[in-house]
Every structure is written in C-alpha cells, then in structure tokens.
T-cell receptor
Framework: NAGVMQNPRHLVRRRGQEARLRCSPMKGHSHVYWYRQLPEEGLKFMVY????????ESGMPKERFSAEFPKEGPSILRIQQVVRGDSAAYFC????????????FGQGTRLTVV | AQSVTQLDSQVPVFEEAPVELRCNYS??????LFWYVQYPNQGLQLLLKYLSGSTLVKGINGFEAEFNKSQTSFHLRKPSVHISDTAEYFC?????????FGAGTRLTVKP
C-alpha cells in the first residue's frame, strides 16, 4: 500500500501563472486535508475534503485558491495567478473514514514563484 | 472549532538532556490528540497519539506524552535526547471532523 503521493515534489511558476498540486491519498482513504507551510512557520490548515465534497474550507484564501477531490482521481489544489507570497510547501494528508484515525502525510510540494 | 497552541517556537537543548515540548488545546467536545515530527525537507510522521484510556502515551523513538484533561494539555517528553531528534514537532487535535495543528516547535539538539 503506497503512502500518500504528492506531485510534483517541486514546482516553479512565474507570477501570474497557474499552479496545480496533486495528491493521491492512500488506498481506502476518503478524507483529504491540505496544509500550507510558509518558510520558518508552522502548518496552516487550508481545506478538508471528502470524496466530491468540501467539508471545511475555512483556511483557504478567498481568491485564487480552489480545491477538489473528485470521485475518481487525485485531489487537486489549484492556485490561479500565483504571486511571490504563494511560495511555500504544500502538504496533503489523508485518513480513512471513521473515528480514531490519524492522518498520513505526503512528502509535500514545494512551490516557488519567481 | 478546536485549536492548538504550542507555547515554544524553539527549544534548544544539549544531547542527553531531558526535553518537554508543550501543547495546549481548546475544544468544546471530546478530542483525539497527536504529535507529529517533521525532519528537514520531509513530510510529517506520527510520533504518538491519544485516543482514550491511559493518559500516558508512549510513542516511537523514546517519546511519550501525557494527556491532562483538566489543564487541556498534551505535553511531549523525552528523558534523554539525541542529535537525531533535531526536527520540527507538531501537536494536532481532531474531533473526527478535521485535524488542526499547532504552529510547531523546532527542537535543536546540540552536542
């Protein structure tokens, strides 16, 4: 059973371009979380999704950011018109349904906006 | 919603010294508590978790944590640290709806 897979590991985008970050959860996991880690800062919650539903997006910036977790395929975090302040490590975590479960993390995608 | 406060952003200690990383949480419902470790340029790994039962939880690499409901704390401890314990440590809380993390504590072990 492969772990949580994130790709790409490193992504460089020019200001104004779009960034697409992918997260394939572990097999059997239907819950996905996205977190952002800015340099020298901790993890900041962005969004919590279940298959085809956004459960909590209270940590998502109001503009330019969106996330989805379709019935088939990976979860996508999309950042439109990137700016330098979007440069960060973006981590995805997944967990199975039910209580008493911890989240398993991917290796992260490091986005650099130049 | 639940939240987590890690009181120390950085903790420097000498090798073989004991260490305590502090974590306090707030929640209006029962929660489950976790400690994760992040080594440089890597994702997070689970150190230990408290779900129910004994309030003293033992994890990997010699770490343990104690759940204190009256003080809403879940402090992480290790009696003797190694250089290899240098990393970022995150406390997390979930009520089965979503998981929230503290800002992290950077533990630096010096020779």
């Amino acid at each position: 059973n492969a772990g949580v897979m994130q790709n790409p590991r490193h992504l460089v985008r020019r200001r104004g371009q779009e960034a697409r970050l992918r997260c394939s959860p572990m097999k059997g996991h239907s819950h996905v979380y996205w977190y952002r880690q800015l340099p020298e800062e901790g993890l900041k919650f962005m969004v919590y999704l279940q298959k085809e539903n956004i459960i909590d997006e209270s940590g998502m910036p109001k503009e330019r950011f969106s996330a989805e977790f379709p019935k088939e395929g990976p979860s996508i975090l999309r950042i439109q018109q990137v700016v330098r302040g979007d440069s960060a490590a973006y981590f995805c975590a997944s967990s199975p349904p039910g209580p008493n479960t911890e989240a398993f993390f991917g290796q992260g995608t490091r986005l650099t906006v130049v | 919603a639940q939240s987590v406060t890690q009181l120390d952003s950085q903790v420097p200690v000498f090798e073989e010294a004991p260490v305590e990383l502090r974590c306090n949480y707030s929640s209006s419902v029962s929660v489950y508590l976790f400690w994760y470790v992040q080594y440089p340029n890597q994702g997070l790994q689970l150190l230990l978790k408290y779900l129910s039962g004994s309030t003293l939880v033992k994890g990997i690499n010699g770490f343990e944590a104690e759940f204190n409901k009256s003080q809403t704390s879940f402090h992480l401890r290790k009696p003797s640290v190694h250089i290899s314990d240098t990393a970022e440590y995150f406390c997390a809380v979930t009520n089965n709806n979503d998981m929230r993390f503290g800002a992290g504590t950077r533990l630096t072990v010096k020779p």
